[in-house]
């Protein structure tokens, strides 16, 4: 009988093992007894623990699963993207690339006189820094999501699938994954079929959002740039293209121009920006 191993079974192993990782990650947010929602800080207390968990034994399934030709040329370091070279710029690049697909929404945003206000009081960030919710959306999450389903699951899934066909796969788990808000809204009493149509739509964004993330892992071999990329995007939110009608004519028409103008220019700038040579990568690309 075949061991479950990379060498034996690498169709098994890269396919089930990412399973059992995304089980683990939700799994862990719910070991603890609760009678609170989500965003009690006694539920993100506990769940940040979890996340703590995870992450620190997340690259025990690199070690043991990950793909034999990763293992054998690099250290786990330069597998996971924990490195220097290149850091900058994979920060910078791929964050700019984002800013430039979110055109729109950042020039509404920037519009507004309160989003001003609020940048430059120092209350404000206080609040931020004091607030659990706060570091839940934009520290913790990005990192423990990013470095789980990304930085951890592609190189199990290079086992046996390429490159292309891990940044396509790898995001279906992290969109199955966040299928557990479904049971906490109906917990807070909302109808099972406005619960699955919301999880739905939750499911296909973040699934999308995966699959640029995956794509800016494997182009640039870096985990801060899907972790910067990861909490600007959880920053902005996702896009309220409604807000743009309540408008006046000649600013709507002027607004819906810059949504427009963003996606094509991240259309054109997607692959020469992802493609260029300063991340220094080369544990995903030949």
């Given at each position: 009988?075949?061991?479950f191993t990379?060498?034996?079974?690498?169709?098994?192993?890269?396919?089930?093992?990412?399973?059992?990782l995304?089980?683990?990650?939700?799994?862990?947010?719910?070991?603890?007894p609760?009678?609170h929602?989500?965003?009690?800080?006694?539920?993100?207390?506990?769940?940040?623990?979890?996340?703590?968990?995870?992450?620190?034994?997340?690259p025990?399934?690199?070690?043991y699963f990950?793909?034999?030709h990763?293992?054998?040329?690099?250290s786990?370091?330069?597998?996971?993207?924990?490195?220097?070279e290149?850091?900058?710029?994979a920060?910078?690049?791929p964050?700019?690339?984002?800013?430039?697909?979110f055109?729109g929404?950042?020039?509404?945003?920037?519009?507004?006189?309160r989003?001003?206000?609020?940048?430059?009081?120092?209350?404000v960030?206080?609040?931020?820094?004091?607030?659990?919710?706060?570091?839940?959306?934009q520290?913790?999450?990005?990192?423990?999501?990013e470095?789980?389903?990304?930085?951890c699951?592609?190189?199990?899934l290079?086992?046996?699938?390429?490159?292309?066909?891990?940044?396509l796969?790898?995001?279906?788990f992290?969109?199955i994954?966040?299928?557990?808000?479904?049971?906490?809204?109906?917990?807070?009493?909302q109808?099972?079929?406005g619960?699955?149509?919301?999880?739905?739509?939750?499911?296909?964004?973040?699934t999308?959002?995966?699959m640029?993330?995956a794509?800016?892992?494997?182009?640039?071999g870096?985990?801060?740039?899907?972790?910067?990329v990861h909490?600007?995007c959880?920053?902005?939110?996702?896009?309220?293209?409604?807000?743009?009608l309540?408008?006046?004519?000649?600013?709507?028409?002027?607004?819906?121009?810059v949504?427009?103008?963003?996606?094509?220019l991240?259309?054109?700038?997607?692959?020469?920006?992802l493609?260029?040579?300063v991340?220094q990568?080369?544990?995903y690309?030949?």
């Amino acid at each position: 009988m075949s061991s479950f191993t990379q060498a034996e079974n690498p169709f098994l192993v890269s396919t089930v093992t990412p399973i059992g990782l995304a089980a683990f990650y939700v799994g862990s947010l719910y070991v603890w007894p609760t009678k609170h929602d989500r965003d009690h800080p006694e539920t993100i207390k506990r769940r940040f623990l979890s996340a703590a968990f995870v992450t620190i034994f997340s690259p025990f399934f690199v070690l043991y699963f990950g793909a034999p030709h990763l293992l054998n040329k690099y250290s786990l370091a330069q597998i996971l993207g924990l490195k220097l070279e290149g850091l900058l710029p994979a920060i910078l690049c791929p964050l700019g690339l984002t800013i430039v697909l979110f055109l729109g929404p950042t020039v509404v945003m920037l519009c507004d006189a309160r989003f001003l206000t609020y940048c430059r009081s120092a209350v404000v960030w206080k609040h931020n820094l004091q607030d659990w919710i706060w570091w839940r959306n934009q520290i913790v999450a990005p990192f423990s999501e990013e470095f789980t389903f990304r930085a951890c699951m592609v190189p199990i899934l290079l086992g046996h699938y390429s490159v292309n066909q891990a940044v396509l796969i790898s995001p279906l788990f992290f969109g199955i994954a966040h299928l557990h808000h479904m049971i906490e809204r109906i917990r807070k009493g909302q109808s099972v079929l406005g619960s699955f149509l919301v999880s739905l739509f939750q499911f296909a964004y973040t699934t999308i959002f995966g699959m640029y993330s995956a794509l800016i892992f494997a182009r640039t071999g870096h985990f801060a740039a899907i972790f910067v990329v990861h909490s600007y995007c959880n920053f902005m939110g996702f896009p309220d293209v409604t807000e743009v009608l309540g408008f006046e004519t000649r600013k709507r028409v002027l607004i819906s121009g810059v949504y427009v103008l963003g996606l094509i220019l991240f259309s054109y700038l997607l692959n020469p920006v992802l493609d260029l040579q300063v991340y220094q990568n080369n544990v995903y690309l030949p």
